[in-house]
């Protein structure tokens, strides 16, 4: 729960436990598929729906603010679970011109 742990000291807390228990370590969140949808070429808008809530879908200008909220809140989250590097994408604008 992204917002969650943007929010919750102690989600995150109870969540590294978690994966301290099993022996895992968390170096990194991702938020790729919410980086893409920052900024997505107009000829993919209906492909790129599938990425976002359903109540988003055919609502390009709804879906890039929810996704720019979901990219600050990756990063609150990475902060509150102590990691020091993020990894996602940056848009999609070039698809067009890579996957025609």
């Not at 949808?37 to 599938?50: E, I, K, N, S």
């Not at 609502?59 to 590097?85: I, T, Y």
């Not at 604008?93 to 025609?100: D, E, G, H, R, T």
Request: hydrophobic share 40%; proline share 6%.
């Amino acid at each position: 729960d992204l917002e969650k742990a943007a929010s919750s000291q102690a989600y995150c807390d109870e969540v590294k436990g978690i994966c301290t228990e099993a022996g895992v370590e968390i170096t990194e969140l991702s938020t790729h598929l919410q980086g893409q949808l920052v900024a997505v070429h107009p000829a993919y808008d209906a492909q790129f729906d599938g990425f976002a809530p359903p109540a988003l879908h055919n609502n390009p200008k709804a879906r890039q603010q929810w996704a720019v909220e979901q990219m600050k809140f990756g990063a609150k989250a990475s902060k509150n679970l102590g990691l020091k590097a993020s990894v996602s994408f940056c848009g999609a604008l070039a698809f067009p011109y890579l996957y025609p």
